[in-house]
Structure formats: C-alpha cells, structure tokens
Nanobody
C-alpha cells in the first residue's frame, strides 16, 4: 500500500490562509491521481479537489472553487492544498487520498480512491 500523511491543519480565524501537505510513501505515488476530501461533524465526506498524475488535469467542487488550489510535486512525493479566504463552514477534518484514474471524467474523478491519510483538523472561527 501507499501511505499518506497530512499536515498543516490548525485553528485560524475567518479570512486566513492555510496550506495542507500530503506526504506519500511508495514508488507509485507519481502514477496516481490525488484528491483532497473533508468531513465535518454530522456531514458526509466531500471531495474538494483532485489532480491527475501529472497535475495537468484538475477538479474542484463548487464550494471551494476560486479559493482552494491543488498541486503536487512528484519529485518530493507530496501533494498540497492551498486554502485562502477560509470560512467557518470550512471547519472539518481534511484528508488526502490517491488512486489510479484511467481518464478524467466527473464519474472517474469522483469514484472511490484506494489509499487514504489519517486526516488533519482545520478549524475556522468567526
């Protein structure tokens, strides 16, 4: 399996910025698409953003489009989620995930991912 470890979460005020990191182990990380998810208390897990193996193809949920940016550095086996203009409704546990994606359709991007990190807490106060 591929191991994924998120970091960079914290407790910030509305309007602040955070950059989450996802450090991956294993040789195959660069061959996998990567996604960022979040889950707030009492809510379902939500896909926020995804990037193809090269980073050339991306997906963003409407809730974060224009505020969050996904990127990856395959030479460092690391993916990132840059978050700006944070809102209280962004409060959640944030997870990174990885898995093979054969193409870049909405059905494929939103299909299950194979590997998951442990999550990092983001709390945004008003």
């Amino acid at each position: 399996q591929v191991q994924l470890v998120e970091s960079g979460g914290g407790w910030v005020q509305a309007g602040a910025s955070l950059r989450l990191s996802c450090a991956a182990s294993g040789r195959d990380f660069s061959r996998y698409a990567v996604g960022w998810f979040r889950q707030a208390p009492g809510k379902e897990r939500e896909l926020l953003a995804a990037a193809s193996w090269s980073g050339g193809n991306t997906y963003y949920a409407d809730s974060v489009k224009g505020r969050f940016t996904i990127s990856r550095d395959n030479s460092k086996n690391t993916a990132y989620l840059q978050m700006i203009s944070l809102k209280p409704e962004d409060t959640a546990v944030y997870y990174c995930a990885a898995g093979p994606k054969m193409d870049w359709t909405i059905e494929t991007v939103t299909s299950p991912y194979d590997y998951w990190g442990q999550g990092t807490q983001v709390t945004v106060s008003s």
